[in-house]
């Protein structure tokens, strides 16, 4: 399954994470809501699936929906993995049978992934010493930082 982005669809796709960070950087508290919001939640899966497939950040969108609940970092941190597992997962098998791995990108994986497992870890290690606050203000910087990074990676 495959269909074309424009190119001014994907700068807004890559600049919403710098202007959703941006945003809630300024602000001195973090906004949160209780209520159930089903429709909402399956609309924020949908985008991230979409982003997924499209460039492979598929938590971008419930990284962001997960930073206005006031979960403890252990739920936000359990639906965000899971829903990447899912997303990426299926990602993998759709670009598996489409023959879109070569050689070069294999080569690719299997240097990176050592990188991604130490990372992973140094992860874990400042998870578990950070409180919940600390947690959603920290992910909002992540956003910010990989939203930077993909529109520098566009523009270069």
């Known amino acids: 399954i495959g269909f074309e982005v424009s190119e001014a669809t994907y700068s807004w796709l890559l600049a919403f994470p710098v202007i959703y960070a941006g945003f809630f950087l300024m602000r001195r508290r973090l906004p949160h ?4 919001t089903p429709f909402a939640d399956a609309t924020v899966g949908f985008g991230g699936g979409v982003l997924g497939g499209l460039s492979g950040v598929s938590g971008a969108l419930p990284v962001m929906w997960c930073a206005l609940r006031p ?8 639906v965000i993995q899971t829903f990447n597992v899912a997303i990426l997962g299926v990602t993998l098998v759709l670009l598996v049978l489409r023959g879109a791995f070569e050689t070069q990108v294999l080569w ?27 947690f959603r203000w920290l992910i909002i910087v992540m956003m910010l930082a990989t939203g930077l990074v993909l529109g520098l990676r566009e523009i270069t």
């Open 33 to 36: 809501f209780n209520r159930r």
């Open 71 to 78: 979960w403890p970092r252990a739920g936000t941190r359990a």
């Open 108 to 134: 690719a994986v299997g240097l990176s992934l050592p990188v991604a497992l130490l990372a992973s870890r140094l992860g874990i290690f400042v998870f578990r010493r950070i409180p919940d606050t600390a």
